[in-house]
């Protein structure tokens, strides 16, 4: 059974070895399977790199993303390699399903960025002023239709019940994403109802 597991993986990782690069060797398996879950995204050029930010994980587009067509634009996830008193949380202080969780929901964004043209893409800078709630719910649903409800849920939970998570990190999960409750009734929905409609 292990040796069918290896296999796997090595032809999911080999999908997407032309369009991925420099995968982190500490998350190796859970992007891999997490890509694994976005087929439209198998051709689509992402870079994973490890470094201090401000939050457990971000994703943007590469700058030229402004002059080059959509096939050839490039993503860079960042992961967060350092704990700080505003950070919250790195990814490898959180369960597998959590990480496989931030992960597919990053993954969504890209999801998103595809759907829109060069400026619409520069108008995310203003949603996330004036509208964040409404641009990462609906990210979240991307990723909870690809199955990564159960993933999100679970960091959700940690974040808002785990003493050590700093008030600022908090209040932004809270005020922004989708409950524990809400992610797990749109799961349940999904799983009934093979997918749901999004809008914007």
Known sequence: MKGVFA???IVLLCSFSLAI????????????????????LEDVNIKFVEEKIAT??????????????KKNREYVITINNEISESSGFVLSDLSKDAQ???????LAHIVDYE???????LA???EHLVKRSQLEKYVDLIAINHGFGKGIAN??????????TPMNYKK???NNYYSYSEVRDFSEFIDENGGTSLSK
């Open 7 to 9: 296999i796997l993986f």
């Open 21 to 40: 690069r420099d995968l982190p060797e500490n998350y190796e398996d859970e992007i891999t399977y997490a890509l694994s879950k976005y087929p439209e």
């Open 56 to 69: 457990t994980m971000a994703c943007r587009p590469n700058f030229n993303f402004i002059y080059k067509k």
């Open 100 to 106: 496989i969780g931030v992960i597919g929901h990053e």
């Open 115 to 121: 759907e829109r043209n060069a400026i619409q893409i």
């Open 124 to 126: 995310i800078g203003i």
């Open 155 to 164: 960091f959700t939970e940690t974040i808002v019940h785990n003493k050590k």
């Open 172 to 174: 932004n999960k809270l």
